[in-house]
DNA sequence: ACCGCACCCTGAGCGC
DNA sequence: TGCGCTCAGGGTGCGG
């Protein structure tokens, strides 16, 4: 689900819920693939602690503790982090969606695969972390303690230079579209900002990254940082799950010119757009457009 | 060092 | 209704 965008808004609007608050107890689920960190470990550190910061790393979240210590999240593909208050089909699976009208939907009621959820001494609104698929993280970092992938990723695409691409570039035989989703090269790019921004700069993702030249280079560092922001400013892509923490949609997804828009007209020139895999992802792009 | 691939997990949507 | 298949915005670890 969330690539740097949808991180960026849920950190901008769980921050006020999550932090400055005392967290009263920590409700989790039984340990599996999601807990990098076991849950009652969790629990018992985290109970009667504040959150003092919460900060986002390429696709991470970062929140400081009053000891120095960190609680590091990861949204996966599936992970939703919002308010108790929160109400959205996108909280309810494809039964409970056709058996009950938005309207008629109260807050949402935790399921079993709402892993995290914080409960707070002020006893307002709670904070949940749900995650279908569990390919979200979660983890204490105790003060001091570095992350070895944290340490690794590469400068945040918001910042992404033609330069630094140039640079990356070299000597990669890999298809660019790769090198783009590489979280050691730009932290924050997935699938659907790498076919956006390459579409935008006209270049077709399967072509191998050692053959962009200095000036493609400039337009595809350009069209990564001008998509993400525009995408931040819409709220970001609410495509399949992803909602903002206090339930509402982002609306990039109405702005795509290709991702997910397989066997549809393209935009400017009106071909049909295609799929393949590129990096064993699906790949989309306008084949008149990009070269 | 780099590259492609299998794998982690659950659900939706499709054709039959 | 159900079965079997493919697909899904993430990252890791392995062998070649």
Redesign the pocket.
């Known amino acids: ?3 740097l965008p ?1 991180v960026e808004i849920t950190r901008q609007r769980i921050a006020p819920l999550l932090v400055g608050r005392r967290i009263a107890e920590l409700v989790t689920t039984e340990p599996s ?1 999601f807990f990098i960190t076991p849950p009652e470990i969790l629990r018992s550190a985290l109970r009667g602690s504040i959150l003092v910061g919460l900060e986002r790393r ?2 991470y979240l970062l929140g400081s503790l009053e000891d120095g210590g960190q609680l590091l999240l ?1 949204l ?2 599936t992970g939703q982090l919002f308010s108790s208050r929160a109400r959205s089909v996108r909280l309810l ?3 409970a969606r056709s058996s009950l009208a938005p309207e008629e939907q109260g807050d949402f009621e935790p399921d079993r ?1 709402t892993h995290l959820r914080f409960r707070f001494e002020d006893l307002g609104p709670e904070v949940y972390f749900r995650d ?4 979200g993280k979660v983890m204490l970092l105790a003060p001091g303690e570095r992350h070895e ?1 944290i340490d690794r990723l590469g400068v945040d695409a918001l910042e992404i230079t033609g330069a630094a691409l140039f640079r990356a570039t070299r ?5 660019i579209k ?1 090198l783009l ?1 590489d ?1 050691s090269v730009i932290a924050g790019v ?3 900002y790498a076919d956006e921004a390459l579409f935008y700069a006209g270049v077709r993702p399967g072509r191998r ?1 050692m053959a962009m030249s200095r000036k493609i280079c400039e337009d595809i560092a350009r069209e990564i940082r001008r998509v993400l922001l525009r995408s931040i400013e819409t709220g ?7 909602i903002a923490p206090d339930g509402s949609d982002g609306r990039y997804q109405d702005e795509r010119r290709v991702y997910a828009r397989t066997g549809e007209p393209c935009h400017v020139c009106r071909t049909t757009i295609r799929r393949k895999l590129v ?4 790949t989309h792009y306008c084949p008149q457009c990009q070269s």
């Open positions: 689900m969330p690539e949808e693939y390429g696709k990861h996966g593909m699976t494809a039964a695969h279908v698929r569990k390919f992938r000597k990669r035989k890999t298809a790769a989703l979280q997935g699938n659907i990254a970001g892509s609410s495509i399949s799950d992803f990096a064993q992802r699906g």
